[in-house]
């Protein structure tokens, strides 16, 4: 298969696979993260042979120096992340503002609406309602375009994409797969969330990935969430402590601010949701993106596959 054509730029579609005769160690039953055996007549037999790189002597490692092929590097993450708050500080904070700050005042004014909304009144409840699913809608669209923001940016500082400006990624964002994707994710870590804590957690580390699978590779909602679970299931370990970890963090601190008795008012309300959004929200996100590359480059590794950056090289 062709590599996907997302934001202009050519990305992995995914697919890759050892050629002939270069087994995938990793894989059960020698089969690549694709799904099928490999085709004589896809022309691989044209390319010159890909080399799996060996198991490394453990899957998850914190330092960054020193890390085997196919070795998940929890340093390596943080790191991305901060040279890419360092190396675009205006374009991310800026346009988290201008995306964060409308949403954040439409959550607090919707909220105190709700709040003082009569419960015996059937048109207060039903306006009440409308303007819950209306936030929630422009919430998602939000987060989905900031979501593709950072996904573009990572890209193009750490693995050589193509740059484009905010206005024209705006228009190539596949919005409803985004939407789709989130309302589904969001969904299955409310399932397991409410058998048992745990279960959600898993769920959630298994497929966060979803999002910026869509904007790094141009699949569909059903094969991201597959790709999701591909990618990440050898590293939980790593995922948890780069993803999960910081959003739970992020979820904590946002409920001891909403405790507080300025966080009652309109604007109190909205300070609260706008700062979490700016230190939160952003720096989770941006671990997120980070992490999907990362795991990319270790699956391309683990086949001997081209890497997220070779369309570039």
């Known amino acids: 298969m062709a590599p996907t054509v997302v934001d202009g730029t050519r990305h992995r579609s995914g697919r890759d696979r050892p050629a002939d005769g270069c087994p995938d160690l990793w894989q059960d039953g020698g089969v690549s993260s694709g799904g099928r055996a490999p ?61 964060f700050a409308p949403i954040s005042l439409l959550d607090a004014a919707v909220a ?13 409840q039903s306006f009440s309602v409308a303007a819950q699913f209306f936030d929630l809608f422009i919430d998602l669209l939000g987060y989905a375009f900031f979501g593709g923001l950072l996904d573009h940016v990572v890209g193009r500082i750490h693995h050589g994409h193509e740059a484009h400006r905010p206005h024209e990624l705006a228009r190539q964002l596949s919005y409803g797969r985004l939407i789709s994707a989130s309302l589904l994710f969001n969904l299955t870590v409310i399932v397991g969330v409410a058998f048992l804590i745990l279960p959600g957690l898993v769920l959630f580390t298994m497929f966060t990935f979803v999002g910026p699978l869509i904007n790094i590779e141009g699949i569909r909602v059903g094969e991201a969430f597959r790709r999701s679970f591909r990618i990440s299931r050898r590293y939980l370990l790593g995922v948890a402590v780069t993803v999960t970890i910081p959003f739970v963090i992020e979820q904590l601190l946002d409920g001891v601010l909403e405790d507080l008795s300025i966080a009652h008012s309109l604007w109190g309300e909205f300070g609260v949701g706008l700062f979490m959004s700016l230190v939160g929200t952003a720096v989770v996100v941006m671990f997120e993106v980070c992490t999907a590359y990362h795991l990319l480059e270790l699956e391309a590794e683990r086949i001997g596959a081209p890497g997220p950056s070779s369309a570039h090289s």
Do not use: C, K, M, W
């Open 39 to 99: 085709d004589p007549h896809d022309g691989a037999a044209d390319a010159p042979p890909r080399i799996p790189a060996p198991r490394p002597p453990t899957l998850v490692r914190f330092g960054a120096s020193g890390r085997h092929p196919g070795q998940f590097a929890i340093a390596l993450v943080f790191q991305r992340a901060v040279a890419t708050f360092r190396a675009a500080p205006v374009l991310i904070f800026g346009l988290a503002v201008l995306v």
């Open 112 to 124: 105190q609406y709700s709040h003082h909304v009569s419960e015996t009144n059937a048109l207060d």
